[in-house]
């Protein structure tokens, strides 16, 4: 975000001309009220204005650009703090409106100002959401990025203490808020793009790098044309894989063992025998999946005997106290080998599995998109409650590259420029990137064309994977154009809409490209040019009426293959896993399961054609399947009779199998090497209809 700001204690602020060194930096070139926040900032609103128009924006240093200024009290003095960035450490990344970013700015940075600097102090997570809970109705979405824990490595994991009871919304623990605060430069597509690069602390000496040469074509791409053939997908459609064969795909027999041994094992670190074993814990998967679409204010209430709650299908599965029992000692790697330098290293195993997984089962597209997706955090607040509509959300980013169609390839927790290096002279997001496109490759070098906003996109990023053999497309921000001489937007605006202007890099055959449309938007790519043209209908908000507009090739594509993430996002969404445990992982455990019934319906729909189900009907298949064959019918005496009559007529999901081993039909009672998956009996296809049928 950038939001930049002035340093000058109180006495000084009233100077007849201010001192606007310090390699200060534009944000906006529209000027913008400043608003006021802060400890007791109401009464200081009408003194910020007086002070912004009377000395600043008539500052010829400032370069006609506008500072967003906040004031706050601190220790009874009153400063008006630079936004520049430092680098703490901290754990809990801000990524929202300007405001707020301007504010976590400067209380980030205790080294900036010579007297004020021992006053300050890092902002913590708690003052900004106080602020926010003070700040009126916002249309805004807000997101705050944490990481994990500073003992997320460590031997202790219950890092929530309390249970789900209690009203729903984003709740922190008090270690979580006293968290000091880190804003993140990882804008969205809705800001504008005249921001510009923050002020470095410290001159440093500059990488001298050869000035590109633009000039005024169409680009020239050299790139293979897209011939690859999937044989992989074409083995999975004649294998005719259920919805559970293809979860199975991801969650398969060696996920399950290796899951079952680190959870028996951290037990036994606990002095506890727990005995988990496969079947227990796809019960406990079942349940987990069950909750996205049947949910109840206490996970209990399955299990009750009450007529208004009580859930057969889960109360005869397993057992309540088990079911808790299990879920608290939920593990997924040995505590005695954590990479202590790794805030993710208690799932890190698991990450590596659904990458390989992911990877080994996806679709061989040329398209794909890469973006940032949220796991929301569910942990406990203490004593303050974010009031509820609020637009905000809080939990870990997860950098995410998917197919077009939205099935997740490669995912990476974010864990912050803090906690991670980026390489080739790239930021964070690029290094990303470049990250996701090395998994790729290990499939091939193929020549993909990558898809992401202008939180990643560089002409250096471009540069790096033209030389991978990887096209790319992606919107810019204008300070990362490397001085590309476009047509001002400004000027761009008072030409009619659809209006644009380009240029591309003369040695490296890369594009960047000015287009006017309801807004002006920069567009960089190293795979596809201007050329050709085409009409498109926009409306047209102050006319209400469709217009005509010319589009060129790069935005067209653009906007067909962007919205991989955010379609991936939505189907995460609409049925996400609601029961969530005391550790602070647990909410991104029922991400990684979603992310996987997101990636099993997405195969079902390309090998499926002719019996396609929508996304909640697949998953139902799933929980059903794993809840009905995976029960404990030894404890249970005659409810197991009562389950399987209940479900061999329910007309829901039931999918004829093969199985190796011959048994008889339940039906004819003849030999048969087929059975139905959901209620594990052996019966002909020919019988099958009938079977299911009172």
Known sequence: ??????????????????RAGGGLRAVRTQPREPRTFGLGGNALKQDVRELSGRHLWAESRLRRDLLCKIHVFWNTTEYLLPATPSSPQTAVFLRGTEWINSLVFAHSNPTVGRDASSKLKSMKLLEVLNALEEEGPSHRREEIFIAPPDNASGDFTDEDSGDEDGQRGSHVPGSVLHASVVPEDSGTEE??????????????????????????????????????????????????????????????????????????RYAWQKNVNLGLTAQELKCVLGILILSGYISYPRRRMFWETSPDSHHHLVADAIRRDRFELIFSYLHFADNNELDESDRFAKVRPLI?????????????????????????????????????????????????????????????????????????????????????????????????????DKVFTSVKLMSILRKKGVKATGTVREYRTERCPLKDPKELKKMKRGSFDYKVDESEEIIVCRWHD???????????????????????????????VHQPSL?????????????????????????????????????????????AWQLHRICSHDAQVDLLAFRRYVACVYLESNADMSSQGRRSRRLETESRFDMIGHWIVHQDKRTRCALCHSQTNTRCEKCQKGVHAKCFREYHIR
Not at 191 to 198: A, F, H, S, T
Not at 523 to 535: D, F, K, M, Q, R
Not at 567 to 573: G, K, P, T, V, Y
């Open 555 to 599: 935005v067209k594509l653009y906007q067909e293959k962007v919205g991989g993430v955010s379609r991936m996002d939505q189907n995460i969404a609409k049925y996400k896993v609601k029961i969530r445990g005391m550790k602070w992982y647990s909410s991104f455990i029922g991400y990684v399961i979603d992310a996987a019934l997101n990636n």
């Open 191 to 264: 800001e504008d793009d005249d921001l510009q690069p923050p002020p470095a602390m410290k001159r440093q000496k500059a990488v001298v790098e050869p000035q590109r040469v633009w000039i005024k074509r169409d680009i020239q791409p050299n790139f293979r044309s897209w011939t690859p053939s999937d044989p992989h997908i074409e083995d999975l459609k004649s294998q005719e894989l259920s919805p559970v064969g293809l979860f199975e795909l991801f969650f398969d027999e060696g996920t399950i063992n290796f899951i079952v041994n680190e959870t028996n």
């Open 352 to 452: 590596v599995r659904m990458n390989c997984n992911f990877q080994k089962h996806a679709p061989l597209e040329e398209f794909y998109s890469f973006g940032e997706s949220m796991c929301e955090y569910f942990g406990h607040r203490g004593s303050k409650q974010l009031p509820a509509g609020k637009p905000m959300r809080l939990g870990y980013k997860i950098w995410c590259g998917t197919t077009s169609r939205g099935y997740l390839v490669w995912f990476e927790p974010s864990q912050g420029t803090l906690f991670t290096k980026s390489d080739r002279g790239l930021d964070l997001g690029g290094s990303m990137v470049v990250k996701f496109v090395d998994a790729l490759q290990e499939r091939g070098c193929l020549p993909y064309h990558i898809f992401f």
């Open 518 to 548: 309801s807004s002006v938007v920069n567009i960089c790519s190293n795979a596809v040019g201007i050329e050709p043209v085409e009409l498109t209908s926009h409306h047209s908000g102050i006319a209400k009426t469709r217009t005509q």
């Open 1 to 18: 975000m950038g939001t930049m700001g002035f340093w000058a204690p109180k006495a000084e602020q009233r100077h007849s001309r201010c």
